[in-house]
């Protein structure tokens, strides 16, 4: 009895001794924060707060830094999203700008820089295409881009429904403004199949006048501002006249884009005047997840929509909804109006958007009108969007950020594994060895992080020693002016076994790392190796955190075989075909005679492979298995 009472006043010391550390860091913890939140200015700027970890979670900006940040610490009530943001704050820092605008940007800038886990994201930010006409030109062309500059005039941007091709189409078709960027020279050259097909003037033959082409050039800024009558009566009296003259496939193409302009013409708003360029903003929210829903309108049409699901952010809703704003117009064009039902900041947008664009964009919240019903027609959409998508939105939640969570908690990690490295090399019998790095974070794939690799220094195939390459040339980056493009990853996951962790080990303890978590994941049995255990971890399957494992995994895979091709492929052929087995000279040559390239004979199937004379069944199959283990 005495031995248990023992050992269970000894079990209760040292529970009281980390329960008083704990005390102790907590309450000088914020005794700190106290007095930093003394020293704060009360100039314009930037708030970074930060966890136990020193991970930024959340970004703000303020007009009065002291103001704003010290009214996190209040004692009053809070949202649940922002107390239980406060919960988690170890620290903070700030940096001062020049005015709130200033502040404004440079909060965009460390969102997408840090990617905080309290702030509104924007993660899927594809931008839109936009007709182009190269007005500087002397005969201007015509192009699709998605990148905005101030050296022509853009149309746009086309959402859906119709495409840039169609309606390019259509203005060579009818105004035969040229498509192409060849160079218009003084010596003519000869005129292409457009010019014979009646789809372009043919100014590089000097078949035209520039009086002429300009006229012509007029018509199509015309018919891209909405001005569909002219294009749509020429089509018909060219489908009229092919029909006549019973070239019946041609006039079907004409009587397509006929079609395709009458598209246009039911998107025409007949209210909104022609000259007005407007994007209609609706938020709505149910306190865990939100949907903002956009209309876009250019010259009186509507372009499309789109919805975003977002996860509620940490900041007030007009902040949030700001931010958000911020971070979509770093990418996409700027209208003349902002509609929207929304509260925020006017005048500093405003201010935001005369910085951008030089130009003044008016933010509108209408009462009645065209822009009510727009407005309205967002709003529904952003509700119907969100009741249909909450499940969508928390199962994503599921396979991401919980699922990181929980491989913490399944594998005994020392952090959460934020940022995710995995790393896989590629050869076949040695021979151009590639590795590649890709990048998560918070369970998400970050392609722009993603890195690749040659290997310089390892001869043969040594999986183990070019493994051990990639990870010295990567991790010796932490610490120096790089690590800013290279962040320090929170876990690092290698393809393979025990043997590559135990390689990668070495250069851990080799660089004395001791603050990244380092786990290996075996294909075959989908078995999860650590430094801590001796034994395997076995994640059951179906579980999300196994799931996030093995796409991070596969993703890994995929990024070092596609650059393994790449650079194959471009090998001599020759010197390729000189690894496989069996091939010689007299093959080598009648393989390059019958398919002429390497691209050809990947292809090929082992029937295929035999027509090249001295190739026999056996021969075609090695070859075949060759290629397909590429």
Not at 123 to 140: A, L, Q, R
Not at 377 to 393: D, P
């Amino acid at each position: 009895m005495s031995t248990v009472r023992a050992k269970f006043f000894a079990s209760l010391c040292e529970f009281l001794e980390i329960l008083g550390r704990f005390v102790y860091n907590k309450v000088m913890g914020e005794s700190v924060l106290r007095e930093k939140l003394k020293l704060l200015p009360g100039d314009p700027g930037v708030y970074l707060m930060l966890d136990g970890e020193g991970t930024v979670i959340y970004v703000g900006k303020a007009r009065v830094l002291k103001n704003r940040v010290r009214q996190y610490f209040h004692s009053s009530p809070k949202p649940v999203k922002v107390q239980a943001m406060i919960d988690n704050i170890a620290d903070f820092s700030y940096i001062v700008a020049p005015s709130e605008v200033d502040a404004l940007a440079l909060e965009n800038n460390l969102i997408k820089k840090y990617k905080p886990k309290y702030n509104i994201l924007l993660k899927d930010d594809k931008t839109y295409p936009y007709i182009k006409v190269h007005t500087g030109e002397k005969f201007p062309h015509l192009s699709v881009t998605r990148r905005i500059k101030k050296d022509g005039r853009y149309f746009g941007p086309f959402m859906g429904g119709v495409s840039c091709k169609d309606i390019l189409d259509v203005a060579a078709k009818v105004y035969g403004v040229r498509l192409c960027n060849t160079a218009v020279a003084e010596k003519p050259k000869k005129p292409c199949l457009n010019y014979h097909l009646q789809r372009c003037l043919a100014p590089c033959a000097h078949l035209c006048t520039q009086e002429e082409y300009a006229q012509r050039v007029e018509k199509v800024l015309s018919f891209l501002s909405g001005n569909y009558e002219e294009a749509e009566r020429l089509l018909k009296e060219k489908m009229a006249l092919f029909a006549e003259n019973e070239e019946f496939e041609l006039a079907m193409e004409y009587r397509d884009r006929i079609g395709m302009l009458k598209k246009l013409q039911l998107k025409r708003i007949t209210a909104m005047p022609k000259d007005v360029d407007a994007d209609i903003w609706a938020l709505r929210t149910n306190g865990l997840y939100s949907v903002i829903s956009v209309l876009v309108t250019r010259k009186g049409i509507m372009q499309g929509s789109r919805n975003f699901p977002l996860e509620t952010g940490a900041g007030e809703e007009g902040e949030d909804f700001l931010s958000f704003l911020i971070q979509y117009y770093t990418n996409h064009e700027l209208p003349h109006e902002i509609v929207t039902g929304e509260e925020f900041d006017d005048a500093l947008l405003a201010d935001y958007a005369h910085e951008k664009v030089g130009r003044k964009v008016e933010i509108v919240r209408p009462k009645f009108g065209v822009r009510r019903e727009l407005l309205t027609m967002a709003e529904e959409n952003a509700a119907e969007f969100l009741e249909k998508s909450v499940s969508a939105i928390a199962h994503k939640n599921d396979m991401t950020k919980s699922a990181c969570a929980r491989l913490q908690t399944i594998l005994g990690l020392s952090r959460y594994p934020k940022r995710m490295e995995c790393y896989d090399i590629s050869d076949i019998s040695g021979v151009d060895k590639v590795g590649s790095m890709v990048v998560f974070t918070d369970g998400e794939a970050d392609k722009y992080a993603y890195r690749r690799f040659r290997i310089r220094t390892v001869e043969g195939a040594d999986d183990f020693a070019s493994m051990q390459e990639v990870l010295r040339r990567r991790l010796v980056k932490l610490g120096t002016d790089e690590e800013e493009r290279f962040p320090k990853p929170q876990l690092i996951v290698l393809d393979g076994g025990k043997g590559q962790l135990s390689a990668v080990k070495e250069i851990f303890d080799e660089l004395e790392i001791t603050d990244i978590d380092l786990i290996a994941l075996a294909k075959q049995e989908e078995e999860v190796f650590t430094l801590a255990k001796g034994e395997s971890i076995r994640i059951p399957r179906g579980d999300y955190a196994l799931g996030t494992l093995q796409r991070i995994r596969d993703e890994a895979h995929r990024f070092a075989i596609t650059y393994f091709r790449n650079i194959h492929s471009k090998r001599n052929l020759s010197s390729v075909l000189e690894e496989i087995e069996g091939v010689g000279k007299q093959k080598r040559l009648a393989l390059q005679e019958k398919f002429g390239t390497i691209d050809r004979i990947m292809k090929a199937s082992e029937k295929e492979l035999q027509q090249a004379e001295g190739v026999g069944p056996e021969l075609a199959k090695r070859i075949r298995k060759y290629f397909e283990e590429l």
